[in-house]
């Protein structure tokens, strides 16, 4: 399947709060959920307004990863970039339906393709201890494990710990 990065826009905020909202129970099975309050649309849309701020200053990347018709499939992002440092925080997440077809593997090569002109030079990434797919994504990807965290979050009734990984584009 080919896929695409866009820049996250203003014009993307129906169509990926309805990715949001159907995929919402699939990726709380893996990742802390965001709160009941992201799920209306109103607050959706002032969270997306600000991640607009946060790329128009350069302080993050936010894409949506799309197939040839424009549907989305995913998001990839890097935030919270330190430029003195070149580092920033890679995120990312693939719709259920789309799981296991390898779009966040061509994706995460795309994306760090794209980052070349922009002055990161280090991505930081953590997953849960329980989400085996996104470890294997990220070690097959030049991601080295770096820690793996004491603290347990409860999640789904789960005692879960996060693993942390790193990469020098």
């Given at each position: 399947m080919g896929i695409s990065l866009e820049k996250l826009r203003s014009a993307d905020d129906e169509t990926l709060f309805e990715f949001e909202v159907k995929n919402r129970k699939y990726f709380e099975r893996m990742v802390p959920s965001r709160g009941g309050d992201y799920y209306t649309f109103e607050t959706f849309k002032l969270r997306h307004h600000l991640l607009l701020e946060e790329q128009a200053?350069?302080?993050?990347?936010?894409?949506?990863?799309?197939?040839?018709?424009?549907?989305?499939?995913?998001?990839?992002?890097?935030?919270?970039?330190?430029?003195?440092?070149?580092?920033?925080y890679l995120g990312y997440r693939v719709g259920e339906e789309y799981a296991g077809k390898k779009i966040a593997k061509k994706a995460l090569k795309i994306l760090i393709e794209l980052l070349a002109d922009t002055g990161v030079e280090h991505l930081l990434a953590k997953t849960t201890n329980n989400n085996t797919a996104s470890q294997k994504l990220l070690e097959k990807n030049g991601f080295t494990y770096i820690s793996t965290s004491e603290e347990e979050v409860e999640m789904n009734g789960k005692s879960l710990k996060f693993v942390y990984y790193r990469k020098d584009l």
């Open positions: 200053k350069g302080e993050s990347y936010y894409y949506l990863i799309k197939d040839h018709s424009g549907l989305i499939l995913g998001r990839i992002n890097v935030v919270d970039i330190d430029k003195e440092s070149k580092l920033g």
